[in-house]
């Protein structure tokens, strides 16, 4: 499997010339993310992982798109009909090679005057598990985790590499931050990585990694 990272929380994962991708949302501006997927999952609705108008617009390009998703994202997309399908949390399903199993069902707390909005992590065929905005702790050798967030301190996403121990764990979401708020983020994830047989850093736009 390839995974290659675009801007802030945005995915594209590959294998035996298939795709799909992960949170394209408004923060994310390669046009190329989205070249040839079969499937467009949606970890929640917040604007940096769901771009409506762009979602639309591919799915008109593509009769064959389908979107899989949490229940406020599909309420969103409502006219694509079902092509968009909800997922539950463990509830897993097969597209373009791949098996998706959703995890979790909320965002993480993020204000005290609004209740979280749905969230639903990816596991991709039992190995590559995307967070979205939110904490789940999931048996996964890779973890695609937010490096910074208004919700996400750095004791937090510290503990929450611990209680996961990924082989591989890549930072995303990273795109709300200038230049030194990512030093900062990358000296974190530097002393993290110290930790035998780990390999623990932030993906650049357009890297990618071969499993």
Not at 12 to 32: F, N, Q, S, W, Y
Not at 61 to 69: A, E, H, I, S, W
Not at 74 to 100: C, H, M, S, T, W
Not at 129 to 154: K, M, N, Y
């Amino acid at each position: 499997m390839r995974i290659t990272k675009y801007g802030h929380a945005c995915v594209r994962l590959e294998k035996d010339g298939r795709a799909v991708v992960i949170d394209p949302g408004v923060l994310t501006p390669e046009d190329e993310a989205l070249d040839g997927v079969e499937a467009v999952l949606v970890t929640h609705e917040h604007f940096d992982h769901l771009d409506v108008e762009r979602l639309r617009a591919a799915a008109e390009k593509d009769p064959r798109l389908t979107v899989l998703t949490c229940p406020g994202v599909a309420a969103k997309l409502e006219d694509l009909g079902d092509r968009v399908r909800v997922l539950r949390a463990d509830e897993a399903v097969e597209v373009a090679g791949f098996e998706i199993t959703a995890k979790g069902e909320k965002h993480h707390f993020s204000h005290p005057d609004y209740p979280p909005v749905d969230n639903i992590g990816f596991l991709v065929d039992g190995e590559v598990f995307h967070t979205g905005d939110a904490l789940t702790v999931v048996d996964a050798s890779t973890l695609l985790f937010a490096g910074q967030a208004p919700w996400l301190t750095v004791p937090a996403m510290i503990e929450y590499l611990r209680a996961v121990a990924p082989r591989r764990a890549y930072a995303v979401h990273d795109g709300l931050i200038n230049e030194w708020g990512l030093r900062v983020l990358d000296d974190v994830l530097a002393m993290e990585a110290k930790r035998p047989n780990a390999d623990i850093r932030r993906l650049m736009p357009g890297e990618s990694v071969d499993l």
